[in-house]
């Protein structure tokens, strides 16, 4: 069982479910967990609003400029505390047992570099998405994995983090070939534990 968790939350004008994200960061059970809020340059008044109150219930707060969601995830992935992190987008959730699960199986096999779990698709559609065990050549060909994952901090640092150039997407993508480059591999939870 890993003792604690960062959970890394970047928001830039999108509060509808962010309080949602943070209390679901905070229901993680098994181990310590801090919340990393990465306010990247909101500029909308509603947004504003709801970063202020957002603010104290996370245990670290960074401001930048709007400089895209990979350099928010990269300031929060720095400033975190923790040896294990999970990228959480503002509009996502996760099950309490998101983090003792992966860190379980994580711990079973101390060489894979993260662990991430199929996915509800929640919203406007409601589905249920069960993801491919990792394997580098299928996702060399195409993106089969969420962007969500218990990553370990040293395996981050020494992919270069999220490439910051990407500003329209991808960027999850990247780092997953990035890791995979360097020999480092991820493992699937087979349950339902992302939102």
Not at 33 to 43: K, M
Not at 89 to 114: K, T
Not at 174 to 193: A, C, D, I, S
Request: net charge negative; aromatic share 10%; with cysteine.
């Amino acid at each position: 069982m890993i003792n604690g968790v960062s959970i890394v939350i970047p928001c830039y004008n999108s509060p509808a479910y962010l309080m949602e994200a943070i209390a679901s960061a905070r229901a993680q059970r098994g181990c310590a967990v801090e919340v990393v809020l990465v306010n990247d340059g909101t500029d909308s008044p509603e947004g504003r609003n709801v970063l202020e109150n957002a603010r104290g219930l996370a245990d670290r707060y960074l401001e930048q400029p709007n400089r895209g969601l990979a350099a928010a995830r990269n300031a929060g992935f720095d400033a975190a505390r923790h040896e294990w992190i999970i990228p959480l987008d503002s509009d996502d959730r996760l099950e309490p047992e998101y983090a003792a699960a992966c860190g379980a199986l994580i711990e079973a096999h101390p060489d894979a570099a993260f662990a991430y779990t199929d996915c509800r698709v929640f919203g406007r559609e409601s589905y249920v998405e069960r993801l491919p065990d990792y394997n580098l050549y299928q996702i060399l060909d195409r993106n089969v994995l969420t962007y969500a994952a218990l990553i370990r901090k040293r395996d981050w640092a020494e992919a270069g983090g999220y490439d910051e150039s990407m500003t329209r997407g991808y960027e999850d993508w990247e780092f997953w070939l990035n890791l995979g480059v360097r020999g480092r591999y991820g493992l699937h939870v087979h349950r339902v534990l992302f939102g």
